[in-house]
């Protein structure tokens, strides 16, 4: 049990009937991580990791990647799975954007609507929207509290950035911890073993912060259970075994000069929208500008085929390969989210001091006695700042 109460903080603008007892402590690990439990046996944690064969990796614990279909379906009933990522703060600045992609009707052939998975940093994120984003269906994910170049961090370092910005996506944006199963690392710099045994102690589901240069086709997600079958782009990679943590890598895209790129902003971008919409239709067959991005939406939107959902959708499916002739009735692919808040239609605004300036943070979850930061999240129940159970090893 943990202690039940908070002070009240003031704000600038008072809350309504938004979020009921709206100063009771709330204990976040409710929810607690998981990840599924595995069907067969598993290598040891933390040994070299031996190479991955076939039969030895079975869904739905464990898949090779590459280019081989999970579960050996025939191509044409392969949903075409699209994975719309975005990463860092959600605020006021990206909010139409996010309007315009996610609230015009765009809907999935199975009637449900489009989503997207929202790789959250903690500074300068208004954690009203990112209820709202989670209470629309989409998925949220860690991004790290500091966004720091990570590639030296300790295990206990990794834990406060990556399992800490879980904590204050729970506590102030109302997601449930078990539904942030994913991270990215910011500037895609990863820490190697450190890092994926934080993932592996820590009960996330998967990373997605590995570029992998062959496109043609491109890999399909694998677990870290064996080693990983691609070059190392940007290392340090993981070495080591660490079963059931999956990797969702991102495939790099093609410029329309044949230079690669890891993000669609990194890209050698064309001038104009037409250009834009060309390149992304490239990588897809084979905002910066907004136009262009939003053509290319729907005109794959508009294909029968086409599912673009969020990375833990696209993981369940690895996990079970559904043929397209029964993917309407494939559970995970619905849009079922009464069990998620409300969204956040009334926030409140936590006054706070950081960094010798005063912070404006919104929620609709009870307000922090201190801005939120690596290791001192402000929140009560935490067993980040207070219970680190990761050895801080080499």
């Given at each position: 049990?943990?202690?039940?109460?908070?002070?009240?903080?003031?704000?600038?603008?008072?809350?309504?009937?938004?979020?009921?007892?709206?100063?009771e402590f709330v204990d976040i690990y409710r929810h607690p991580p998981t990840r599924p439990e595995p069907l067969y046996p598993q290598p040891t944690p933390d040994k070299t990791a031996a190479k991955c064969r076939k039969d030895v990796c079975l869904l739905p614990d464990c898949y090779c990647g590459g280019k081989d279909v999970p579960g050996e379906l025939p191509v044409e009933q392969v949903p075409q799975i699209v994975?719309?990522?975005?990463?860092?703060?959600v605020n006021d600045l990206n909010?139409?954007?996010y309007q315009d992609l996610f609230e015009r009707g765009r809907v999935n052939p199975n009637g449900c609507p489009i989503t997207a998975t929202f790789y959250v940093s903690h500074e300068w994120t208004d954690y009203s929207q990112v209820q709202n984003l989670y209470s629309d269906g989409h998925e949220m994910a860690?991004?790290?509290?500091?966004?720091?170049?990570?590639?030296?961090?300790?295990?206990?370092?990794?834990?406060?950035?990556?399992?800490?910005?879980?904590?204050?996506?729970?506590a102030y944006g109302g997601v449930k911890l078990e539904d942030v199963r994913g991270m990215r690392a910011p500037f895609l710099s990863i820490g190697g073993n450190k890092m994926f045994k934080m993932l592996h102690d820590f009960n996330f589901t998967y990373d997605s912060s590995m570029p992998v240069y062959e496109n043609r086709p491109p890999s399909w997600p694998y677990t870290l259970d064996y080693k990983i079958f691609h070059d190392c782009m940007i290392p340090p990679c993981p070495t080591k075994s660490y079963p059931g943590v999956w990797e969702v890598p991102m495939v790099m895209w093609q410029d329309l000069n044949g230079g690669r790129?890891?993000?669609g902003d990194a890209c050698s971008n064309p001038p104009e929208a037409e250009g834009v919409y060309k390149m992304i239709m490239k990588n897809f067959e084979n905002p910066h500008h907004k136009e262009g991005f939003i053509q290319f939406l729907d005109a794959i939107n508009s294909m029968k085929d086409v599912f673009i959902?969020?990375?833990?959708?696209a993981l369940q499916w690895v996990r079970d390969p559904t043929p397209l002739s029964r993917i309407n009735s494939f559970t995970p692919f619905q849009c079922n989210y009464g069990d998620r808040p409300k969204r956040c239609n009334n926030p409140?605004?936590?006054?706070?001091?950081?960094?010798?300036?005063?912070?404006?943070?919104?929620?609709?979850?009870?307000?922090?006695?201190?801005?939120?930061?690596?290791?001192?999240?402000?929140?009560?129940?935490?067993?980040?700042d207070n219970d680190i159970e990761v050895a801080d090893t080499n």
């Amino acid at each position: 049990m943990y202690a039940t109460f908070v002070r009240a903080r003031p704000t600038l603008k008072p809350s309504q009937n938004i979020v009921s007892k709206a100063q009771e402590f709330v204990d976040i690990y409710r929810h607690p991580p998981t990840r599924p439990e595995p069907l067969y046996p598993q290598p040891t944690p933390d040994k070299t990791a031996a190479k991955c064969r076939k039969d030895v990796c079975l869904l739905p614990d464990c898949y090779c990647g590459g280019k081989d279909v999970p579960g050996e379906l025939p191509v044409e009933q392969v949903p075409q799975i699209v994975l719309l990522t975005f990463d860092d703060s959600v605020n006021d600045l990206n909010k139409q954007l996010y309007q315009d992609l996610f609230e015009r009707g765009r809907v999935n052939p199975n009637g449900c609507p489009i989503t997207a998975t929202f790789y959250v940093s903690h500074e300068w994120t208004d954690y009203s929207q990112v209820q709202n984003l989670y209470s629309d269906g989409h998925e949220m994910a860690s991004h790290t509290v500091s966004h720091s170049f990570g590639e030296s961090f300790s295990p206990k370092k990794w834990a406060r950035e990556v399992a800490g910005q879980r904590e204050i996506l729970s506590a102030y944006g109302g997601v449930k911890l078990e539904d942030v199963r994913g991270m990215r690392a910011p500037f895609l710099s990863i820490g190697g073993n450190k890092m994926f045994k934080m993932l592996h102690d820590f009960n996330f589901t998967y990373d997605s912060s590995m570029p992998v240069y062959e496109n043609r086709p491109p890999s399909w997600p694998y677990t870290l259970d064996y080693k990983i079958f691609h070059d190392c782009m940007i290392p340090p990679c993981p070495t080591k075994s660490y079963p059931g943590v999956w990797e969702v890598p991102m495939v790099m895209w093609q410029d329309l000069n044949g230079g690669r790129c890891s993000m669609g902003d990194a890209c050698s971008n064309p001038p104009e929208a037409e250009g834009v919409y060309k390149m992304i239709m490239k990588n897809f067959e084979n905002p910066h500008h907004k136009e262009g991005f939003i053509q290319f939406l729907d005109a794959i939107n508009s294909m029968k085929d086409v599912f673009i959902i969020t990375n833990w959708q696209a993981l369940q499916w690895v996990r079970d390969p559904t043929p397209l002739s029964r993917i309407n009735s494939f559970t995970p692919f619905q849009c079922n989210y009464g069990d998620r808040p409300k969204r956040c239609n009334n926030p409140k605004v936590c006054n706070l001091w950081h960094k010798s300036g005063v912070r404006y943070m919104r929620t609709c979850q009870p307000c922090p006695d201190i801005y939120p930061w690596t290791g001192k999240t402000g929140i009560r129940s935490s067993r980040i700042d207070n219970d680190i159970e990761v050895a801080d090893t080499n």
